[in-house]
């Protein structure tokens, strides 16, 4: 037993670098547990503790750890497999022989991740031995989980962060172990306080943690090199096609091949497949209230898509002067709430539209100037049109806009029947438009969902309804399910799942298969507010008005024609909450000013789509980090005070104490211990009469009191200089007298 505790204290290093390995190991297997199959990943796993445990605990000869691992992970694989189900014991194996082939038949898949896995374990163990190795092991791991999460939609920076925190665990060991092959007895030495070393340890870490979490986002100077070849060879750029690999290829969509990554698309020919979500920033909003960003919309449903193609000759149209009021077609049963917009381009995108909260009213500036050319407005569908003449010019890099945002009166509305709403009202049938073989049985189920709706808001809040409760989100539906030849037949009968081009394009169409006019819409969701910094937050009237909106944040949604109301946007994707102003009608008696009050837009619940996937540290971590920083000043201030006590008489006398005065301080001090103690001292007796008498009533503590007593009447009368050794005596002859006093209960 000794010799086995000898040998782990001596290769303590190697065992506490195999737990960094294994911290940095659970980071890949983090990455790839998505990837792969639940029992692999746990095969893995499994097998790399043990391997750890064994090489730590168990310091026998190499050969025999090797052996003793190998049988390790073969039964570890055994048993995963056998838990999981996929190894079921044939009943025709009736010798060891065909028995232990049967197994192996099934192991075979899974034996070679663990023992590839912990070969690597092994191999970086023995090989990352000194300080410059550490670093360039660790720095090719951060390297790479940069990359990839740089370069696909899986976010890796909580990885990140454990590597760097692996990294610095490693190289305090390692710098340790230097220290104690260099300096053997400052190593014993150093052993003899393990508590101090722990702590300051800690203590570094715990400020690195915390430093880390609260930077700010800072937004890179230089464009990276992936994005900067992309956006050389045009692929950063929407292309107007929904080609494999397109950077922005559909609306929060993509093509049927999953290596396509969202974005705003400009041909929605073709709907549906699969797509990674892209986090590159597309625009900051300045906006008083969180609103959809609109783009265009499109009415001719083609049964695969929207197919628009005479969208552009679609009029009337007016080019746009800033300043000037655009014209509208104006909702008469709605009020309006004013809004500003201030949108900052973060890309090179060409888009056909400058994007807005619905409904634009005028642009108050192109790229900070009051004039500006190529832009126009088309009334009929709410866009502003950029460079329709195809005069190729460039985007604008920042735009101002103001919006007249609709306030819905929810209860008004829902009581308005068909024909209050769209009687006399001249309509394009467009809106109406459904393809002539578009299936019956999605006119018979936009029936069946709305049968008990009265009214066409109704109707429209059960189709809503349905959609969103029925079918999950996914941006990867399996479209292999698909037969049909009708994108929202299949969508509703067989996919059963899907993202916003799915759930809107239903929408539009059940709504237009029972009469109610409605159209598809595209843009941007509201994005993410950053953290307002605590100094800004603590203001009176402080507000955070600032969104970040990124490829991830393209989306569509449904508008419904609801006559003298306007159009109204609907939103059937799960998950998302378009940020509608509402008319507060719960109170019956109102000013009249007052009726004009909104309910503020809700916000929409976090999605994949919308989530910020940005860099957070754990809450426990953080929790920890600053328990150990408030443990550290606690100790640290008690270290201290006798500084802090004798300071803060220092600022009231003016001046610093003289030795003399603190051992009259640390006197008073010790005598106010004892009144505690119930040792009383009266009005009239001096010190040495009451030390007298507590000398003979506690026989066991007079050495100390006599010996305090002393030094005490030797600063207070003598003419002899007191040092600051003298009063330090004090203070540790108080100390004895304290524990004695504490003994003796």
């Not at 010799?3 to 290093?13: E, I, P, V, Y």
């Not at 082939?101 to 000194?130: C, E, H, K, N, R």
């Not at 019956?588 to 919308?610: H, I, L, S, Y």
Request: one cysteine or more; proline letters at 5%.
């Amino acid at each position: 037993m000794r010799t086995w505790w000898n040998q782990l204290k001596f290769s303590w290093h190697r065992s506490v670098g195999l737990f960094w390995l294994l911290i940095i190991a659970q980071q890949w297997i983090s990455y790839t547990e998505p990837i792969w199959l639940n029992q692999t990943t746990a095969s893995v796993w499994a097998a790399l503790l043990t391997i750890t445990v064994i090489e730590i605990f168990i310091p026998v000869k190499v050969q025999f750890r090797l052996i003793m691992e190998a049988v390790a992970i073969i039964y570890i694989v055994y048993r995963i497999i056998s838990n999981y189900g996929i190894y079921v014991p044939d009943p025709w194996a009736t010798t060891l022989l065909d028995k232990l082939q049967d197994i192996s038949v099934y192991m075979v898949p899974y034996i070679w991740f663990a023992l590839g896995a912990s070969a690597l374990l092994l191999l970086s163990s023995w090989w990352v031995s000194s300080k410059k190795r550490i670093l360039w092991f660790i720095g090719m791991n951060i390297v790479a989980l940069a990359a990839l999460d740089s370069f696909t939609s899986i976010v890796l920076w909580q990885e990140v962060a454990w590597t760097v925190f692996a990294g610095m665990g490693w190289l305090v060991s390692q710098h340790l172990r230097s220290f104690q092959l260099h300096y053997p007895r400052g190593w014993v030495h150093l052993l003899e306080y393990p508590s101090k070393i722990v702590m300051n340890i800690a203590i570094v870490f715990s400020l690195v943690i915390l430093i880390g979490v609260n930077m700010p986002d800072v937004r890179p100077t230089l464009t990276d090199p992936y994005t900067a070849w992309q956006e050389w060879n045009g692929i950063g750029k929407s292309s107007g096609k929904s080609t494999t690999g397109t950077t922005n290829s559909n609306t929060g969509s993509g093509s049927s091949v999953n290596n396509t990554s969202s974005g705003y698309s400009l041909n929605d020919d073709n709907l549906g497949g699969g797509f990674n979500f892209d986090y590159t920033p597309v625009m900051t909003v300045v906006s008083d209230l969180r609103v959809y960003m609109r783009g265009e919309t499109r009415r001719i449903y083609s049964g695969s898509g929207w197919s628009d193609k005479d969208r552009l000759k679609r009029g009337p149209i007016e080019e746009v002067e800033t300043g000037k009021s655009l014209e509208q077609s104006v909702a008469s049963k709605v009020t309006t709430r004013t809004l500003k917009q201030t949108v900052k381009v973060l890309n090179n995108n060409e888009f056909p539209v400058l994007f807005g909260a619905y409904s634009v009213t005028s642009v108050d500036s192109l790229n900070g100037e009051a004039a500006g050319k190529g832009l126009f407005w088309r009334d009929r569908d709410s866009e502003l049109l950029w460079d329709m003449d195809k005069k190729k010019l460039d985007y604008p890099s920042t735009f101002e806009l103001t919006s007249e945002v609709p306030v819905i009166p929810v209860q008004e509305l829902t009581a308005k029947t068909y024909e209050e709403l769209y009687k006399g009202n001249d309509l394009e049938e467009s809106f109406l438009q459904l393809p002539d073989d578009f299936p019956q049985r999605v006119k018979d189920l936009a029936e069946e969902i709305t049968a008990q709706g009265r009214t066409p808001y109704e109707k429209t809040a059960l189709l809503q309804q349905y959609l969103q409760q029925t079918f999950p989100y996914t941006n990867k539906p399996d479209i292999t399910r698909v037969s049909s030849e009708d994108f929202v037949d299949g969508f509703l009968f067989e996919l059963k799942e899907g993202y916003c081009d799915y759930y809107s394009t239903a929408l539009v169409t059940m709504a237009r298969s029972l009469n109610i006019p409605a159209r598809w819409v595209k843009g941007y969701a509201p994005g993410e507010q950053p953290e307002m910094p605590m100094n800004l937050a603590q203001q009176v009237g402080a507000a955070n008005n600032n969104y970040t909106i990124t490829n991830a944040d393209a989306h569509s949604w449904a508008e419904v024609y609801f006559g003298e109301y306007g159009w109204i946007p609907v939103e059937a994707t799960p998950g998302f909450n378009a940020p509608l102003l509402t008319k507060n009608e719960q109170i019956p008696e109102t000013d009249p000013e007052d009726q004009d009050e909104m309910a503020e837009p809700t916000p929409a619940p976090v999605t994949n789509a919308q989530a910020d996937q940005g860099f957070h540290v754990g809450l426990w971590v953080i929790l920890a980090a600053v328990v150990v920083l408030l443990s550290w000043t606690i100790f640290k201030v008690w270290h201290i005070r006798f500084k802090l006590r004798f300071f803060v008489q220092q600022m009231r006398m003016g001046r610093p104490l003289t030795p003399d005065q603190k051992v009259v301080a640390e006197t008073e001090r010790w005598v106010r211990y004892l009144l505690r103690k119930g040792m009383m001292k009266e009005e009239h007796e001096t010190l040495r009469e009451a030390v007298v008498r507590w000398s003979q009533e506690r026989p066991a503590v007079a050495n100390h009191l006599s010996s305090l007593l002393t030094m005490f009447e030797q600063a207070k009368y003598s003419p002899d200089v007191i040092e600051d050794k003298d009063w330090q005596s004090v203070y540790t002859e108080a100390l004895r007298l304290r524990r004695t006093i504490r003994s003796k209960k």
